[in-house]
């Protein structure tokens, strides 16, 4: 079994690459981006350890403080036509590429199932089926950069079934934080993705690619600018 200190190591190194190629696919506005991000995280790490998610179970539930602000961020970007300009604008190969992450946040969460600090529904021995997600993206990337666009049916399929997928590990991982609401608890009663740095996935992994699906299914649907248009994998 891998120590806690390889797969922390490893989990920090997957936040990383999915912030840096998130930044990567923005085409405005880079600099607001990372600060967005960099902000986003920082405090994520500060509340987690202050102790707050671990406290006693409450309603509405702690951990919601870590999920529910990047959506709103989602929605509003939705909800005005220069959120939909900036999401139209991003890079579509980027956005792509970005889902390959989740290969290794899996290999994470199967490694903290092992450790017995998540339930094992939140894995791929469970009802966990994202890894099929990030190898899909691996293959897609490779192809589109080989043969250049991609069948627009197949990717708005694709990205339908990758949002489903990571919302049913967001739906799972809510039943097993500690609330009144919880279903799923771990052999040894912890939850680590409540813990640094692991709070990072559904605070910060988790909204990147719902954004990223998001944003390639606003453009795969026509509402595009020219310029991501032309450059579509």
Request: proline share 6%; charged share 10%; glycine share 6%.
């Amino acid at each position: 079994m891998a120590s806690r200190t390889c797969i922390e190591l490893l989990f920090v190194i997957t936040t990383s690459v999915a912030v840096s190629i998130a930044v990567q696919a923005a085409r405005q506005h880079r600099s607001r981006v990372i600060l967005a991000l960099s902000g986003w995280a920082a405090l994520q790490i500060i509340i987690a350890r202050s102790g707050f998610y671990a406290g006693a179970p409450a309603l509405p539930p702690r951990f919601i403080l870590a999920v529910a602000p990047p959506f709103l961020v989602l929605a509003g970007l939705f909800s005005v036509r220069a959120g939909r300009t900036w999401l139209g604008n991003l890079d579509p190969s980027a956005l792509l590429l970005l889902h390959t992450v989740r290969i290794p946040v899996e290999a994470v969460l199967h490694q903290l199932y092992l450790e017995g600090s998540i339930p094992q529904v939140m894995t791929w021995e469970g009802r966990n089926f994202d890894l099929f997600t990030g190898v899909s993206a691996l293959f897609l990337y490779a192809w589109s950069r080989r043969s250049g666009a991609l069948p627009r049916g197949m990717l708005i399929v694709w990205n339908v079934v990758g949002l489903l997928l990571v919302f049913s590990v967001l739906i799972h991982g809510a039943l097993s934080a500690p609330s009144p609401f919880q279903q799923f608890v771990a052999r040894d009663g912890s939850f680590a993705l409540l813990e640094v740095p692991f709070v990072w996935l559904p605070s910060l992994i988790v909204p990147i690619v719902v954004i990223a699906h998001a944003a390639s299914l606003l453009q795969l649907l026509g509402v595009r600018s020219a310029h991501s248009a032309s450059s579509s994998p």
